[in-house]
């Protein structure tokens, strides 16, 4: 018979089998914590080499790290330095040397299964300190066809960048522009995926006018060859900008729109609103808002606006024209401003101090308008060239209607009616101006009211301080037709002909200075235009024997 510990003795075969098992496992264990062992003393050069290959996969060029470290406290904590990302090959051989993406600093984690998992997931990298420059055109189409791939894999996927203080900067080989410069200040893309555009959400720092720029919306897909040529399109929203960072202007400005193009040609649609914009030469708040379309070339820095369609206070208007890149001085400004009817007070209260305006009138201008680099106020530096012409004419002191009121009597030939409080009459305007150092200079003024004319050239300045025209009035009525009293009619009759010129009744010699509050209305029968000055000048040099 067997016995009770016998019986209980599990077989011997059944014993080995258990012992090899656990033998196996051991041995499985320790291959395990020798691979992990090794693997952890690697894990900076493995991530290092999977960074690397990602990267120079991802834009088929030459990729530089720096430093990467890894800590494997919770999962695996990653950081870099000194990450940088070349242009293709071709593209640096044509002299686009600079990387083509510089980022100071990047950090993310992955679970510590990315070591052993490829590809390796990471949700969202960050990145500060990051340069992007686009190559020039010029160089990106000299370089030669390179059909050629780097090879490696991508062994590394992220769901999200976030990225704090980065410069989108867009390069030119033109001798006479800047790069055209973007500074960022935060950005978030999504999804960023190597075949398909990214999702943003951006803030820019506008220098001038000072604030930031929120903009939502599509990146890429990323163009390996033509970096420029990368798609981007969105949204924007830039609120509370403070003009006063403009010398010579204020106003707070903000602005909303849209833009689709490429990271070098960008066409944008938009509406501003600054409901108290200002002139330093009045600091009289107007309300300006304007709808506009433009076109940023990166290619040069200029911005080219087809049209902008304005309104200052009750005045529409329209321009057209560019903002153009000098490189090492600052941009120009130039537009071409066409007003149909506008209302002229609205532009003298934004421009002149003397309030209210001298006069109120419809007014329709076409004008070129320029503002050079420099750091002078834009009033200062602003010049006008063009023509104008005022309808309706109503001067807003008394005094001076009257004196246009009695001078229309007086050249219709009833000087008894030539009184204060006469009725108003109607009068218009044409004239051609340029303008330069806060000041108006009208080489041509033609004024017409019934019964005459007055035709004037001369100066006015934008402060109200300078008024000063000389030239000609011209009336149906005789002179001594004009005067009141019967004695000195008579007196005057046999100098009529003298003042009779050109088939009017009498051309009369005049001048118009002072102030807007006080101008002076007088006889200028000494005055000599500028070419009587000039020819002067050369009689006064024959005379004297001097040759120049």
Partial sequence: MVNEE??????LKRRGVWRWIAIGALIVLAVLIVVGNIMVHRAGPILKGRVIDTLSTRFNSRVELDTLDVSLMQGLQVSGTGLRIYAPDDVVAAGATEPLIAMEHFRFHAPLSGLFVKPTHVGTVYVSGMEIHIPPREARAAAPPNPHKKKGKIEILVDQIEVENSHLIIGTFKPDKDPKHF???HIRMRDVGPDRPWKYDAVLVNAIPKGDIHATGDFGPWNNEEPGD?????NYTFDNADLGTIKGIGGMLSSTGKFDGQLDRIVADGVTHTPNFTLDTADY????????????DGTSGDTYLQPVNAKLGDSEFS???AVVNVKGKGHITDLDINIPNGHLRDFLMLAVKTKPPIMQSNIGMKMHLRIPYGKESVTKKLEMNGGFTLRNIHFTNPKVQDKVDMLSLRAQGDPKAAKPGAPDVSSNMQGKLVSRNGRLEFSTLHYTLPGGEVNLQGTYSMDGKQFDFFGKVRT???LSEMIASKWKSFLLKPVDPFFH???AGAEIPVKITGTEDEPHFGLDLHHKSPDEQNKHKDDATKDSGVVM
């Fill in 6 to 11: 016998t019986a209980a003795r599990p077989p």
């Fill in 183 to 185: 500074e960022l200040q």
């Fill in 230 to 234: 990368s798609l981007v399109n969105g």
């Fill in 285 to 296: 708040p107007m309300p300006l808002e304007t709808t506009f379309h433009a076109i940023i």
């Fill in 319 to 321: 321009c057209a024209g």
């Fill in 476 to 478: 149906e009525a005789k």
């Fill in 501 to 503: 010129h050109n088939g």
